[in-house]
C-alpha cells in the first residue's frame, strides 16, 4: 500500500537503441490503455512484452493531473476529476486499486446549479455522478498509475506522438513524425482515434488519418469495417479555464457548499459552463477548473491550449491573444456564476491557463464492442468510444479495456 505515493510506481526498461520490439504494442496511456496491460499481465501473459506510447507527460490522458514543470506539488486534475459507476458487477481492477489505495471514494460535496442559479442534489441518473463515486488518491493520474503497477514491467515511452503506423511481414511498425521507426509489435491496441478518425484531417491539417491510408493496401473487410464506424464517430468539445487562486481569497472557496459543481442544460446554455472543480495546493492557495459547455467549446475550437501535449508534440504556433480573449469569457461567467457566493474577484490575480479538449467525449453510438478486436490482424481499439456500459467515461475506458483483454487472451476465433 502506497503511503507516500511513488512518482513513478511501474518500472521502465532501459531504452533500446534503435526500435523497441514489443509483443503488444499500445498507443496511448489513459486509463483504458493502463487497465488493458494491467489485465494482459494479470491474466495470462505475464511474461509478454508490453510497450506504450503515450504523447502526454505521464499516464492518465483525459484523467491525469497537471503537474506545474518549476513545482511539481503544484497538482491539479484538470480531465475528470472523479468517475462513477453506473452499473455493476464493478470492474476487476477496481478493488485491487481500493486496497492498494490508489484510488478512494468520493466524498466531496456536488451539487447541480440551474439558470434561476438554484442548487439541487444529484439525481440517480445524473449523467457521470450516478451511482458510486471514486477519484485517484491524491490526484486522477495516480488511477493511471496505480493501475500501471499491476501491470508491473512496462516499456513506457511518455512525451512520444505515434505519428504514423505500418504493416510489414505480420509486424506491426510505429513511427514518428520524423518517419523513424519506434517500435516494432506482433499485437498493436490503439485507445484513442487520433491515428484512425478523420478528425485529424481537421484539427492536425493531416492529408489522412494514418490507418485509413494503411487499410488500402492492407485490404482487410474487418479492418475497413472498423474504420468506416470510427469514422462515423462524433465527439464533443470543452475549453478548460485553470485558475489558481492566492491563499487569501482561497478560504471562500473552501467554505462553499460544494467542491464539484455541475450545470444543467438550462445553466449550460445562460452561461455556457459545464462543470466547475475546486480543489486545494500546497500552502493555502486553491485551484479551480472551469470546463465549457460543449456549444461555447464548439464556438472557440480553433483556440487550444498551447501549453497542451499534442500542440507541443506537433509544434502548433501559440496564438495568445485568442487564447485570452477565450480564458476572459470564461472568467467572466465564472464571476458571475460565483456572485452569489462570492465577492467580486480582484480581475488579473492569481495564474491562469487554457486547456482545449478537442475531443473531451465521444457521443453515442460508440464503436460496437465486435469490432474492438482483429483477430488475423492482432489489432484491437479500447477506450471510453467503444459501446457499452459507462460509454464516455472512465468507467466505460475500464470496462473497454477489461473487454478487449478477454478477448485477446481467449480462445481463438
Ligand atoms: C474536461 C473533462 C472532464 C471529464 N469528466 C469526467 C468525469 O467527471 N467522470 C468520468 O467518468 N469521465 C470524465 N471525463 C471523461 C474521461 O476523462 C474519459 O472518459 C477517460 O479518461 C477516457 O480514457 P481513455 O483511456 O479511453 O482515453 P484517453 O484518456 O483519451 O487516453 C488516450 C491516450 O492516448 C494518447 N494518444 C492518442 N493518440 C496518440 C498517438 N498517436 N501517440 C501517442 N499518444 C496518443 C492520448 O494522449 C491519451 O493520453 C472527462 C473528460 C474531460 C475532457
Redesign the pocket.
Known sequence: MPDTLPSTPHSTLPQPSGPSRAGLAI????????TLAAQLRRNGQPGEAISL????RG??????TRRSRHDPSLAID???????LSSQPCPEVLPLLLEQRWVEPWTEPVAILDSAGDLRAPRDDEW??SGPCFRGRGGMENLSQGLLSLAGEIDAHFD????DIDRRQDRWLLKNAAGEILSEAESLV???T??AHPRSRLTFGWPAPPLQVLAERLRDPGLNHALAAIAALRFEA?S?LLLRIPADEARQWEALPFRLLAFDPSAQQRWGLW?LFSQPLPRGEWAVVV?SSATFAAEHLSVYGARS??ARQLGLPPRAEEERLVMQALARSLDEVMAQWLPPRPSERGEWQLMR?G???PLPRGLPQALCWNSSLKLGF????IDGP?F??????LR??EALARRILGPAE
Not at 27 to 34: D, K
Not at 53 to 56: H, T
Not at 392 to 397: N, W, Y
Open positions: 498507443i496511448g496511456a489513459g486509463v483504458s490503455a493502463c506510447w503515450e504523447a502526454g499516464p492518465g490522458g483525459r484523467a491525469t484538470h480531465g475528470a476529476s472523479l468517475f462513477n457521470l455522478l512520444t506522438l505515434v505519428r490503439l485507445t484513442g487520433l491515428l470543452r478548460t462543470r470546463h501535449a499534442m479538449w475531443a473531451a467525449f479500447c477506450g471510453d468510444f459507462g464516455a467515461g472512465v468507467e466505460g475506458a473497454s479495456a
